[in-house]
Each structure stands twice: as C-alpha cells, then as structure tokens.
C-alpha cells in the first residue's frame, strides 16, 4: 500500500450523520411546504411534471463542474431510463396525487416504513426466509398505519384522506424497489451522475402523458404559497435530498440510509403543528391521540425489523 491520505472513519461517520440529519429535515419540509403545491397547483400529473422540469434544469446546470458528465455503458443507460420510470411517473406522480387529499404527517409515517420495505425486499431478492422478528415488526408497523387511519370512522373527510394515504403507500412501494436497485448502480457508477440523468430521463417519459395537462393549467389562480412548495419539491426534493440519498447510498447498505426515515414522522408533525398555528399551513392536521400510538407502533416495528440484523 503507498502512503496516500485516507479520511478518518470518524469523519466519515460524522459527515454521513449530518447527511442523514439534513435529509430528515429537508424530508419534514417537502411533506408541510409540498402539501399547498399539491393541494392547489390543478392536476398532480401536470405539478409532478413542472417539478420535474425545474428539476431537470437545475441538474443540468450542475453538470460538468459540480455533477460528472455522464460516461455510462449501454446497459447501464437502460438502467437509468427504468430508474427514471420508477421514479418520476410512478413514486413522484403518486406521492404527489396522494399529498393532495392526505395530510403531511400521514405522509411521513407512511415513508417511515422504507427500512422495513428495504430488509423485506433485500431478504426476497436473496431468497432467504425473514426471521418471525421481521414479521412482527411488519405486523406492529402496519397496525400503526391502520391505527392512525381510523378505518371505524366513516366519513367524508376522512376517506379524502384514506384515499391520498393508498396513493402514497404505492409509492412507498415503488420508493422501496428504487432504493434497492440504485444502490447496486452506484456501486460502479457515479451517484451524482445517476441521480441527474435519472432524473431527466423520467422527465422525458413524463412529457407525453402530463405535457398538455401543464400547458391547460391557470397558472394566474396558483397562490403563493403554492409556488414556493413548487420550487421547494423541484430544488431541495427532487435535487439536494436525492443527491444525499444516492451519496449515501454509495457509502452505506439501503438500510442503514433508510433509518432516515424514522426520524420523520415526528418532524414533520412538528413542522406542521407550527405552521398551522401560523396559518400557513390550512386544515385539520390529524395530530390526535390516534396518529401519535400509531406512529409509535410504526417506528417500535421498524426498530424492531432494522435491529434484529440479516435474515438467516
């Protein structure tokens, strides 16, 4: 071995942490500031595209000083464009159309249980039985999930929100199978140049399908606050946290990235608590008894799967 400098594990470690904490927190974000775009920007097909679009744009505009030009093979460009599939006309189109009838914090829970997801279908990929640990886990995060969307209460209201919470475990689902398959790319490619181009491609396959929706939108009746959660979910959503996430991905097991998410039901219900209270965030928010047991059950069975270790 020469004698070039290697970065101290500790610094790594500390760095990777800040990483996780700025991905929680720009997370608590995209769930409170997100929610207005979606609530009134029209049609979320036409709202995942124009994020996508100034998305695009920004990426982009990083390429060739802050993101390397792309230097793919052949197959791993076919790798990017089902990437981009994944990611932009299912998990975005799906979040977003579920943000527009559910309320933040559900959303959040909701995303706490991508660890669980991840272990669940790492374990199915290697073909190895998940211990009854797991299952337990599975089981406890789930009832958490049913708990908090009061499936006893029927009414109008209410089953809005149930509707919007079935539009984001979808793309939870999706969120899962991206997060496994991106990790094996950034193991021989570069994750600034997977996520812009992923990206961009899914930008592209969007167009057809959401491209008119755009053009036919009133722009003039979009309010203020609509706006800012746009540039919110296309600057910090769609380009800082996926930057972070593929990073981290490349240093750490999909997993150990995942444990991001436990952190944001309870700041994203913080965040939304207090721009509630200042008005600019409109509605009832669903931070009830209901919503804290059963957030408390999703992150005891998400703990529970993350530290029960491998399957065997």
């Known amino acids: 071995m020469g004698n070039e400098a290697r970065t101290p594990p500790t610094i790594v470690r500390g760095g990777t942490y800040a990483a996780m904490a700025l991905h929680v927190t720009f997370a608590a974000g995209t769930y409170v500031i997100g929610k207005p775009a979606a609530a009134h920007f029209g049609d979320p097909a036409a709202l995942t595209l124009a994020r996508s679009l100034l998305a695009s744009v920004l990426c982009l505009a990083l390429t060739g000083w802050a993101v390397p030009v ?74 958490g999930v049913v708990l908090v969307l009061e499936p006893w209460r029927d009414e109008e209201a209410l089953r809005a929100v149930r509707e919007g919470d079935f539009c984001i475990l979808l793309g939870l689902v999706i969120w899962v199978v991206y ?35 755009l053009l036919a939108t009133d722009f003039d009746a979009i309010p203020r606050q609509a706006w800012g959660g746009l540039l ?16 981290m991905l490349r240093r750490l097991e999909p997993v150990q990235v995942a444990v991001c998410a436990n952190a944001q039901p309870a700041a994203t219900a913080a965040l939304a608590a207090s721009l509630s209270a200042a008005g600019w965030l409109q509605g009832e928010q669903h931070l009830g008894l209901a919503y804290w047991g059963g957030t408390a059950l999703v992150v005891a069975g998400v703990v529970l799967v993350q530290f029960r270790g491998a399957p065997r």
């Open 179 to 213: 997060t496994v398959w991106v990790k094996r790319l950034t193991r021989t490619a570069d994750p600034r140049t997977v996520t812009v181009w992923t990206l961009v491609l899914g930008t592209a396959m969007l167009v057809p399908f959401a491209g008119s929706s």
């Open 70 to 143: 792309p230097k793919f093979s052949g197959r791993e460009w076919l790798e990017i464009a089902g990437l981009g599939l994944l990611l932009v006309p299912l998990n975005q189109y799906l979040f977003l159309r579920g943000l527009r009838t559910t309320v933040p914090s559900h959303a959040a829970l909701i995303y706490a249980m991508t660890p669980a997801g991840v272990m669940l279908l790492i374990a199915a990929l290697e073909r190895r039985r998940p211990p009854a640990a797991w299952l337990v886990g599975v089981t406890l995060a789930l009832g």
């Open 232 to 247: 919110w979910l296309a600057a910090i959503t769609s380009t800082a946290m996926m930057l972070l996430w593929n990073g």
